[in-house]
């Protein structure tokens, strides 16, 4: 199968898994629900759970356990922090994936709610729907709590909104709002994926390496992205981050560097790619595509 069939199998896998592994949109609350599917069926790219799904063919290619409710846990954690991420107290953006953002759609009160029962929701899934396996739940359970934690997602999003009101930010300020605001859900797809698939320690180690770089690569083309594209394009108010005073690779590098950091970035999670053990074609593909996306 080529890259663009295999990802969009994956991500249509993922699409059709709301449907399984959620209550439906009719559930009561009826308007909960409701802005609960409204936002993850708004037409995201479905990284994360096509990194799953990569992950755990990269290490059962018989696939001894299912990876589509880990893919559909790390969609509800990425769409509720989308969610939260628009509202007035922190970005003020009307507009994701191309659509109006939830409290725009419904309200503040139900964004948040609907932010809030995803990300409870992630976790009820992992640990339901793997627990004919115990330890494999807990470990699944582990690696996403601490992704979307207080040190990582959490801790990052805090980070850069006390950057939005600071004279000047670092490199090292920078390295850390990318690494837990963005990578850290990136590589916690792969060791999501990983798990599913019984990876060992050692290969699990350099998988989560190679995710790092991933999610850093992904990080600063997002950054280029927002300086360069337009609304239209990416799906999202372009432009926002110069306005908003945050800590980007273009604001910190100059927009020409910032281009070549991420191809350098890029090629350096290839590098470890090469690292892992098995097929790693598909991985390092991505990388390639994720580097010359257009949104
Ligand atoms: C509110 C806890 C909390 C965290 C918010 C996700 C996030 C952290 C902020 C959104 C703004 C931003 C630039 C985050 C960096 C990660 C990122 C580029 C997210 C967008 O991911 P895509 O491009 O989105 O994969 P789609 O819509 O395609 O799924």
Redesign the pocket.
């Known amino acids: 199968m080529d890259f663009t069939t295999k990802f969009n199998t994956w991500a249509s896998r993922v699409e059709a898994g709301f449907a399984v592994h959620l209550p439906p949109a009719g559930t009561r609350p009826g308007r909960l629900h409701e802005a609960m599917h409204y936002s993850l069926k708004?037409?995201?790219?479905?990284?994360?759970p096509v990194l799953v799904f990569a992950a755990a063919e990269l290490c059962d290619p018989f696939g001894r356990h299912d990876p589509l409710p880990a893919a559909v846990s790390i969609?509800c954690i990425?769409?509720?922090?989308?969610?939260?991420?628009?509202?007035p107290c922190?970005?003020n953006d009307d507009l994701?994936?191309g659509r109006p953002t939830a409290h725009k759609a419904y309200d503040e009160a139900t964004a948040l709610l609907s932010?809030d029962a995803l990300l409870t929701h992630a976790f009820y899934l992992l640990s339901t729907a793997y627990g004919y396996d115990s330890s494999l739940a807990a470990a699944l359970v582990r690696t996403l709590s601490q992704a979307?934690g207080s040190e990582r997602?959490?801790g990052?999003?805090m980070e850069?909104l006390i950057a939005e009101k600071r004279e000047s930010v670092d490199a090292d300020d920078l390295q850390y709002i990318?690494l837990n605001?963005?990578a850290a859900?990136i590589e916690a797809s792969l060791a999501l994926g990983a798990q599913v698939g019984e990876a060992s320690p050692a290969r699990m180690d350099r998988i989560r390496e190679a995710g790092r770089e991933l999610g850093l690569a992904?990080?600063i083309v997002?950054?280029v992205l927002?300086a360069t594209a337009d609304t239209a394009t990416?799906?999202?108010t372009a432009g926002k981050?110069a306005k908003a005073g945050k800590a980007t690779y273009v604001s910190l590098y100059g927009l020409e560097r910032a281009r070549v950091l991420a191809r350098e970035t890029s090629e350096a999670a290839v590098e470890r790619w090469k690292k892992v053990e098995g097929d790693t074609a598909f991985l390092v593909a991505l990388t390639r595509f994720l580097t010359d996306r257009k949104?």
């Open positions: 708004a037409g995201g790219k479905r990284l994360r969609e990425h769409t509720y922090s989308l969610i939260h991420d628009d509202l922190m970005d994701r994936r932010g979307a997602l959490i990052g999003q850069d990318h605001k963005t859900m992904f990080q997002d950054d927002d990416i799906g999202k981050d949104r």
